[in-house]
């Protein structure tokens, strides 16, 4: 069974940088897991973030960004506003499933 | 607007069917691969099921395989997920999603006796 793990919370100060990390359990993560990343907070519906790795959707705000680093699928979020508290997960593309990452809560404090 | 709306939870029994639907539109829903993910209460995203543009592909999760069946009718701009032998860790909020770009509210699914 694929596993794809994150960390768990992740605390950052407003106007700081923070890296969420996406691992796969059958190795190192490469573009051809085409990495997505999904921001969800309470009570609402996931919204799309980073689809193939890097690329923003029209209403990704400018201060995420999508990486490789070291063998796994990365989020950066640059210059953290209040509203960036929330939940972020990850996805990844197998040959004939899809597998969620287990979520990390990101607080802004 | 583009726009999906879920539609077909309810509670029901364990080993009982239920069928999901989910209505598109503002937007060419027949270009789009289709997904249902699921997120029980307090708990995080997992990924059911897939369907091609065409129907030509479909996957499952393993934990839905055998139980649940995903169709789509693009004359109609909907997608839909039978969900046979309802067990109690098939609770959850239901979404459909269009390429995981667009995402529906979400139907509440209780499987309880």
């Known amino acids: 069974q694929t596993v794809v793990t994150q960390e768990p919370s992740l605390t950052v100060s407003p106007g700081g940088t923070v890296t969420l990390t996406c691992a796969s359990s059958?190795?190192?993560?490469?573009?051809?897991?085409?990495p997505n990343w999904f921001q969800q907070k309470p009570g609402q519906a996931p919204r799309a973030l980073i689809y193939?790795?890097?690329n923003k959707h029209s209403w990704t705000p400018a201060r995420f960004s999508g990486s490789l680093l070291g063998g796994k699928a990365a989020l950066t979020l640059s210059g953290v506003q209040p509203e960036d508290e929330a939940d972020y997960y990850c996805?990844?593309?197998?040959?004939?499933?899809?597998?969620f990452g287990g979520g990390t809560k990101l607080t802004v404090l | 607007e583009v726009q999906l709306v879920e539609s077909g939870g309810g509670l029901v029994q364990p080993g009982g069917s239920l069928r999901l639907s989910c209505a598109a539109s503002?937007?060419?829903?027949?270009?789009?691969?289709m997904n249902w993910v699921r997120q029980s209460p307090g708990k995080g995203l997992e990924w059911v099921s897939f369907?091609?543009?065409?129907?030509?592909?479909?996957y499952y999760a393993d934990s839905v395989k055998g139980r649940f069946t995903i169709s789509r009718d693009n004359a109609k701009n909907s997608l839909y997920l039978q969900m046979n032998s309802l067990r109690d860790e098939d609770t959850a909020v239901y979404y459909c999603?269009?390429?995981?770009?667009?995402w529906g509210q979400g139907t509440m699914v209780t499987v309880s006796s």
């Open positions: 999603g269009a390429a995981f770009d667009i």
């Open positions: 369907i091609s543009d065409s129907s030509t592909t479909i």
């Open positions: 996805l990844l593309y197998y040959a004939d499933a899809r597998v």
């Open positions: 059958t190795g190192a993560v490469t573009s051809g897991y085409y």
């Open positions: 193939d790795t890097n």
């Open positions: 503002g937007f060419t829903f027949s270009g789009y691969n």
